[in-house]
């Protein structure tokens, strides 16, 4: 087979990395990709992957280039060409495709398509109003004290979420959004949102319209610093699985948010072929929904593809054809890591084009992948070209072991500005 996977973060490498590994699979692009995917060699053939350079939201590029090429799938990490619907341009044309369609990416796209989806089925979640008047918003607020979470309606780069404890702050975050258009577009609606109280877990599922095949547990970390301090970023780490969440409270999550969510999809027409990867706060009153991803996490994967036993290609092509539930999804029950190394400033401002040393030592280490996230190679030499920039993986037996071995590779690699978490994963320890 022919693939061609569509992004350029540390997601895509391991996608890639993964695929590269499949029995099925004979050669390989990478669009956009970066210097981690063109490293990558099918192991079936020893061909090269590919980089092809046309960005992951340039649908007409994309489409011209698969019609041309013909790979027999084609596989899209980000949000955003999803949310474009590359997936339904791609299958008019006759090519097979794995993601979600653009009805059911608003999941992702639209946080009140979401809200109103679970008010109609039952799926517990914060008491919500939806607004694009200013006065409305700002009453709704204070029926809830300022005490909530107002946010963009679209998609803004993870950013458009802003949580508020007073009537001051609330009133501020309306304005900003729906009146100073903080978000652009994406705020010209917003989603206000009650504040929930507990711990937040994420899970991923992989779905085919008909059923879903539960991932192991993980966990994230978002915030730039040490502590849960800093900025939000798009993740700085990530660990599976997770002591944080029961098997008592996984039922639950599955027969009152999962289950509910799956039939409700079939009932209102929604082809659901892809990721579903819902944020929940374990409140006292059980499970509910934060929000409803519908790609893979970025670096949930990073860390989630090491464990995976099952030929990934096999899986998206049982979740496009409605097979999965006969399919046994395997998981090695090991430990996995990943670790961040991101550039000085990021989340915020920062520089690019800086070399990077010592990615092929890291590598070497036994149980060690370095995956590559903003990277680009240069006469040879890889340079730094975004915020998040390397993801260290490592697998082992225990997380502390596992833990000690990831941060062991990073001190072989090191850019101008580089920083990264020490405290991934301590909490679970
Ligand atoms: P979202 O992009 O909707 O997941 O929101 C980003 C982050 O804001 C989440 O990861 C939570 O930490 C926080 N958050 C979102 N909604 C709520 C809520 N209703 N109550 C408390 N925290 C929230
Ligand atoms: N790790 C967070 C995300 O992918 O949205």
């Not at 040490?226 to 098997?247: I, V």
């Amino acid at each position: 087979m022919k693939v061609l996977v569509i992004g350029s973060g540390g997601r895509e490498h391991a996608l890639v990395w993964k695929i590269a590994q499949s029995p099925l699979v004979g050669s390989m692009w990478c669009a956009p990709g970066n210097a981690g995917t063109a490293l990558e060699t099918v192991t079936n053939t020893g061909k090269q992957v590919e980089n092809v350079a046309i960005g992951a939201e340039d649908l007409d590029g994309l489409l011209a280039f698969a019609l041309e090429a013909r790979p027999d799938l084609t596989v899209v990490g980000p949000d955003n060409p999803l949310a474009l619907g590359i997936v339904d341009r791609f299958e008019s044309a006759g090519l097979r495709i794995w993601g979600v369609n653009q009805q059911a990416a608003q999941f992702e796209s639209s946080k009140i398509f979401s809200q109103d989806f679970m008010n109609r089925h039952g799926i517990p979640t914060a008491e919500a109003g939806s607004f694009d008047n200013t006065d409305e918003a700002k009453a709704f607020a204070r029926s809830l004290d300022g005490k909530c979470v107002v946010k963009a309606d679209g998609l803004a780069l993870g950013k458009g979420v802003l949580i508020c404890h007073s009537i001051e702050e609330a009133d501020k975050a309306i304005c900003d959004i729906l009146e100073e258009k903080a978000f652009g577009a994406a705020g010209n609606k917003i989603l206000i949102q009650e504040l929930l109280i507990g711990r937040e877990v994420s899970l991923h599922a992989f779905c085919d319209g008909t059923s879903y095949q539960l991932f192991p547990t993980s966990q994230d970390h978002k915030r730039a610093l040490d502590g849960d301090q800093g900025l939000n970023t798009g993740g700085m780490g990530a660990y599976s699985p997770t002591p944080f969440l029961t098997s008592e409270e996984l039922d639950a999550a599955k027969a009152q948010i999962l289950d509910p969510w799956l039939s409700g999809c079939r009932a209102e027409g929604i082809n659901y072929r892809g990721i579903l990867y819902p944020g929940l706060m374990l409140t006292e009153k059980g499970p509910k929904v934060l929000e409803f991803n519908s790609r893979f996490g970025d670096p949930e994967t990073q860390v989630y593809l090491r464990k995976l036993n099952t030929d990934i290609v096999e899986i998206f092509e049982a979740s496009i054809d409605g097979r999965l539930s006969s399919m046994n999804v395997e998981w090695s029950d090991q430990s996995s890591v990943c670790i961040v190394i991101a550039s000085g400033g990021y989340p915020e401002a920062y520089a690019k084009g800086k070399p990077i040393t010592g990615i092929a030592e890291a590598d070497q280490l036994p149980n060690i992948k370095v995956f590559h996230a903003g990277t680009k190679t240069e006469n040879n030499q890889p340079l730094t070209s975004g915020g998040r920039v390397l993801g260290v993986t490592a697998v082992g037996k225990e997380l502390q072991t596992t833990l000690d071995s990831a941060y062991e590779a990073t001190k072989k690699i090191s850019f101008d500005g580089a920083y990264f978490r020490s405290d991934i994963g301590a909490k679970a320890i």
